[in-house]
C-alpha cells in the first residue's frame, strides 16, 4: 500500500526550504528505530532526497561518495519506513524515526554503532526483524528537538562521539580527497605511525611548556586515536565503558586500615 504524502505539512517545499542546509547543500540525518529507540545510522540528505523521502515515506540519502541518490534498501529490500520526523533547534539536524525492514548497516548489521554488542534487539521471537503493519499510515511530526542543559564535561564527550561517528562513515564511503579516506586507505602501519608522531609531538609541547601547542597536539592525538579504533573496530563507547568501570574501581591511592598507600 502507497504511504500518503505527508499531511501534517501544509507546504512541503517551503519547510524544505527553511532548513539550514551546510554549504554542500547538504543536511544530517540521524535513523533511530522508532520502537527500540536505538540510533541506527547517520546520513545526509540534500533537498531532492528529503522531498522524495517525505513523498515516499521512506529514506532516500545522498550518497556523498558517489554523488548520486541513494534509497535505502532499494537493491537490498532492507528499506525504512518513515514513522516520524523531528528537526533540532538550529534546524540544521534532521531526526527521523524509521520501521526498519532489514539491518541498517551494510555490513548486517541492526545497527551501524555499538560493533561490539551487534544487538538483535531489533528482531522479533523467530530472528526476523519488524515490520510495520501493511496499512499503517505515516506519521510525521515536524517540531524542534531541545535538548536539556548538559554541563561542559558531557558535551565534551558528545563532541568526541560525533568525531567519532564522522569517521565510522569516512571510513564507510571513503570520500575522496579527505585524510582520513588517506588513513584507511593506508592502513594499519600509516595509523600507527601518525599516532607515533603525535604522541611525539605532545610530549615536545609539554616540554616546551606550550599550552596553545599543547593542546592542538592532543587533538590531533585524540583524532587519530579514534581513528585507530575505528580500524581495529573497537567502538568508541567500548573505550568509554571502560574508563566508566575503572572509575568505579576503588582508586589506588586510598589508605588501607594500616595507613599505608595500596600499591
Not at 505527508?6 to 507546504?11: N, Q, R, T, V, Y
Request: glycine content about 4%; aromatic content about 6%; some cysteine.
Amino acid at each position: 500500500m502507497k504511504l500518503q504524502q505527508i499531511a501534517l505539512i501544509e507546504d512541503n517545499e517551503a519547510w524544505v526550504q527553511s532548513l539550514r542546509w551546510n554549504e554542500q547543500g547538504l543536511l544530517p540525518v540521524i535513523i533511530q528505530d522508532a520502537e527500540t529507540k536505538a540510533v541506527l545510522m547517520m546520513a545526509y540528505m540534500n533537498r531532492e532526497s528529503l522531498e522524495l523521502s517525505l513523498e515516499r515515506g521512506e529514506t532516500v540519502f545522498w550518497s556523498r561518495s558517489r554523488k548520486e541518490l541513494w534509497h535505502k534498501g532499494a537493491t537490498s529490500g532492507n528499506t525504512q519506513r518513515i514513522v516520524e520526523l523531528a528537526v533540532d533547534c538550529d534546524r540544521d539536524t534532521l531526526l527521523i524515526q524509521v520501521n526498519p525492514n532489514g539491518p541498517a548497516c551494510h555490513t548486517g548489521t541492526y545497527t551501524c554503532f555499538d560493533e561490539e554488542e551487534r544487538t538483535d534487539s531489533g528482531k522479533d521471537e523467530q530472528g526476523v526483524f519488524k515490520q510495520e503493519a501493511p496499512n499503517k499510515q505515516l506519521k510525521v511530526q515536524v517540531q524542534p528537538v531541545v535538548a536539556d542543559a548538559v554541563d561542559e564535561e558531557s558535551e565534551s564527550v558528545h563532541v568526541l562521539e560525533q568525531l567519532a561517528r564522522t569517521i565510522v562513515e569516512r571510513e564507510r564511503e571513503r570520500p575522496e580527497g579527505a585524510y582520513t579516506t588517506y588513513l584507511f586507505n593506508q592502513g594499519l602501519d600509516k595509523i600507527l605511525k601518525k599516532i607515533g608522531e603525535e604522541a611525539a609531538e605532545v610530549i615536545i609541547a609539554a616540554k616546551n611548556n606550550d599550552a596553545k601547542e599543547l593542546t592542538s597536539e592532543v587533538c590531533d592525538l585524540m583524532f587519530h586515536l579514534l581513528v585507530l579504533l575505528q580500524e581495529r573496530k573497537v567502538s568508541f563507547n567500548t573505550v568509554l565503558s571502560e574508563i566508566s568501570h575503572r572509575h568505579a574501581k576503588p582508586r589506588r591511592d586510598t589508605y588501607s586500615e594500616l595507613g599505608k598507600v595500596k600499591e
